[in-house]
């Protein structure tokens, strides 16, 4: 793993904010100021195929990437704020209703927020 990939890991694993590719590439920057966003993409992507992050996608929003520990999300309807939610792990009771062998799940519950609420 580049010096790179190492720093955006350890960046989106200690964050609980969902962090977009351009906010990690802003906390890139502190350490290397000369990163291109193009490195930031690349490595992103890289990580996640390779199972060390989450990437969180969320319909006319950018993506946001997460740590992997197991959790859920909570997403508003109308400024797309995105909440973790611990609800369990679900891997049994969905593949019992599946019927069959899950990998994994990415549940995200659409509700609308308190500030959207009141508009």
């Known amino acids: 793993m580049t010096k790179y990939g190492k720093k955006i890991l ?3 694993s200690s964050s ?4 977009t590719a351009e906010e990690i590439f802003d906390a ?3 350490t290397y100021p000369s990163v291109a966003l193009a490195t930031v993409y690349n ?11 989450r990437k969180v996608s969320v319909e006319g929003m950018p993506d946001r990437y997460d740590r992997i520990q197991r959790h859920d999300h909570l997403v508003c309807k109308g400024c797309g704020r995105l909440l973790d939610i611990d ?3 679900l891997t049994p ?3 019992q209703k599946a019927g069959i062998s899950i990998l994994s ?3 995200k519950l659409t509700y609308l927020c308190e500030d959207c609420q009141k508009k």
Request: glycine share 4%; aromatic share 6%; proline share 0%.
């Open 10 to 12: 350890e960046i989106v």
């Open 16 to 19: 609980r904010s969902h962090k």
């Open 28 to 30: 890139l920057r502190q």
């Open 43 to 53: 490595n992103l992507n890289r990580l996640w195929r390779e199972n060390l992050i």
């Open 87 to 89: 609800l369990g792990d």
């Open 93 to 95: 009771q969905l593949e």
């Open 105 to 107: 799940y990415d549940l």
